[in-house]
């Protein structure tokens, strides 16, 4: 099982970025992709997730209406588009993947058994 995480940089504030996450080694579209977030000192928060049945998403607060994530069942991949970049957006960006169906458990990294490498994001002011 491999994800791989990629898209991040350096973007001034306002900027976007798209995080892309390919996987392979299970059946993608049988699980659920989340995105996390870990910034320097800091517990590594939830930022969206895709559900693996009918496409439910959810979103932390912060970034609800900047940020979208999607699916591609046919490229094995996740993606997640960051518009309006802020400061505080500034961290290290992880995709996981989690087979259960419970969506309020999606929200927490302890429902994902794999996860990728992690993809610097940093938005300078």
């Known amino acids: 099982v491999q994800l791989q995480a990629s898209g991040g940089g350096v973007v001034q504030a306002g900027g976007s970025l798209r995080l892309s996450c390919a996987t392979s080694g299970f059946t993608f579209g049988d699980y659920a992709t989340g995105w996390f977030r870990q910034a320097p000192g800091k517990e590594r928060e939830g930022v969206s997730f895709i559900s693996s049945s009918e496409s439910r998403t959810w979103y932390r607060n912060s970034v609800k209406g900047r940020f979208t994530i999607s699916s591609d069942n046919t490229k094995n991949t996740a993606y997640l588009q960051m518009n309006s970049l802020k400061p505080e957006d500034t961290a290290v960006y992880y995709c996981?993947?989690?087979?259960?169906?419970?969506?309020?458990?999606?929200?927490?990294?302890?429902?994902?058994?794999?996860w990728g490498q992690g993809t610097q994001v940093t938005v300078s002011s």
């Open positions: 996981a993947a989690s087979a259960t169906l419970i969506l309020s458990s999606l929200r927490q990294k302890n429902a994902y058994a794999y």
